[in-house]
């Protein structure tokens, strides 16, 4: 089974690009976590583009997610929202509607923020945004606030109750997509 991990910050210390790899460290077996990078090379969202073929970065993203099983997002928080970037990469995703890559997918939200709330807000946008495109969001949230004090010097999850917190949001996914309907488990 493949779980694809998306982050909403571009910079290369994310916390949230580092909850994703601790993520990648509490999968049961046979599970595996892959890290897209490509969200820097998404163009802006513009219906003239929108044509086939698709922009190299938007079909790589769209092959990216139907390959997977599952989709574990981490967002940020900007501006009490869902990054820009990021919700212009699910504009791109989202079409066309009705045949859209994340159209019934299992997809999961977690988030980081340097603030006390650990972007809740996005994560509760994000969460609205993917169900208006037809994922299917996992309820829960996982908020990793003031998040330089969660991890170490090398980015490594050290806070024991958001670890075990990660673990049942990625216990979650894997469980919906083994319980999935039988066409959605063949995959698994
Ligand atoms: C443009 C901008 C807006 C931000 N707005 C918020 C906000 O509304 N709420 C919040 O908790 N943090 C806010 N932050 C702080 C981010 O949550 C913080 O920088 C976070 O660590 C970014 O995630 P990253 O470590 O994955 O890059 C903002 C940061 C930026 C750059």
């Known amino acids: 089974m493949k779980i694809l991990g998306i982050?909403?910050?571009?910079?290369?210390?994310?916390?949230?690009?580092?909850?994703?790899?601790?993520?990648?460290?509490?999968?049961?077996?046979?599970?595996?976590?892959?890290?897209?990078d490509g969200l820097k090379a998404v163009p802006p969202y513009d219906?003239?583009?929108?044509?086939?073929?698709?922009?190299?970065?938007?079909?790589?993203?769209?092959?990216?997610?139907?390959?997977?099983?599952?989709?574990?997002f981490?967002?940020?928080?900007?501006?009490?929202?869902?990054?820009?970037v990021l919700k212009n990469a699910l504009d791109w995703v989202s079409r066309p509607l009705k045949t859209n890559a994340l159209r019934n997918k299992p997809v999961a939200v977690v988030g980081a923020s340097t603030g006390a709330f650990g972007a809740v807000w996005a994560q509760a946008?994000?969460?609205?945004?993917?169900?208006?495109?037809?994922?299917?969001?996992?309820?829960?949230?996982?908020?990793?606030g003031h998040a330089?004090?969660?991890f170490d010097e090398d980015g490594r999850l050290v806070d024991p109750e958001l670890r075990e917190q990660l673990g049942e949001v990625v216990d979650g996914l894997v469980t919906e997509v083994r319980g999935a309907p039988a066409a959605l488990a063949e995959t698994a």
């Open 125 to 144: 946008e994000l969460r609205k945004v993917l169900a208006a495109i037809g994922a299917r969001v996992l309820e829960g949230d996982l908020a990793a």
């Open 148 to 150: 330089p004090s969660r």
């Open 7 to 36: 982050s909403g910050s571009l910079r290369s210390g994310s916390h949230n690009t580092d909850l994703l790899r601790a993520a990648a460290e509490l999968l049961p077996p046979g599970v595996e976590l892959e890290l897209w």
């Open 47 to 72: 219906a003239d583009d929108d044509v086939q073929p698709a922009p190299a970065t938007v079909t790589e993203l769209r092959e990216a997610i139907a390959a997977a099983d599952a989709v574990l």
């Open 74 to 84: 981490a967002t940020p928080e900007y501006n009490s929202s869902v990054p820009g």
